[in-house]
């Protein structure tokens, strides 16, 4: 069996709902058993968080509350892509409108899937270093709160599980590795 072969068959799709940000689909499907049955998937634009990251080591959270899950919300900045619009310029504009900084350097991070088993929505993660202060302008749907703080006490509250957003966890993991490595390099690989 080659479990790399897409073993479901989709007959039809519909549209159940559609707004600016997410269409949920229903589609009439046979499984993976041979078996009929019915398959919702919500359809996004792209996601795109952002590590920005000081020289001297600080980054910054944004906290809001988060309505579908009614509850406040540590993150690294982040929101959705635009039609049309790269990720990488989605990172630039999510964090000037949410933490008003401007980076003079990018590093891509990669990619994850936010919850593949209902979605197809993927995250585009980026670093932002050199930075530079501007001024915010978030979005009308958003009262944030801004915090500046060490890396390490940022990753900390990944640790603890004060930041439970898949995301910023990723996102923090990932420059948490360069950081890392580049400590490795500055003593020397011991």
């Known amino acids: 069996m080659d479990f790399h072969k897409n073993p479901w068959q989709k007959l039809t799709s519909r549209t159940i709902y559609q707004n600016p940000w997410i269409r949920l689909r229903e589609d009439q499907v046979i499984t993976p058993s041979g078996t009929k049955g019915i398959y919702g998937v919500i359809e996004t634009h792209p996601a795109i968080g952002v590590v920005p990251l000081t020289e001297d ?26 039609p049309g619009e790269t990720t990488w310029d989605g990172a630039q504009r ?20 936010t919850s593949n088993s209902f979605t197809n929505e993927v995250a585009y993660l980026y670093l932002a270093e050199h930075l530079q202060q501007g001024i915010t302008n978030p979005d009308l749907t958003e009262k944030l709160e801004i915090r500046k703080l060490p890396f390490e006490q940022a990753w900390e509250m990944v640790l603890s599980g004060e930041i439970k957003d898949a995301m910023s966890i990723i996102g923090l993991l990932k420059v948490k590795q360069i950081l890392d490595a580049r400590t490795s390099i500055k003593s020397g690989g011991k």
């Open 57 to 82: 080591g600080y980054t910054y959270l944004v906290g809001q509350y988060r309505y579908t899950l009614d509850v406040f919300s540590w993150e690294i900045p982040e929101g959705g892509g635009y």
């Open 94 to 113: 999510e964090l000037r409108e949410e933490t008003g900084l401007i980076a003079l350097q990018w590093t891509y991070l990669g990619t994850a899937y």
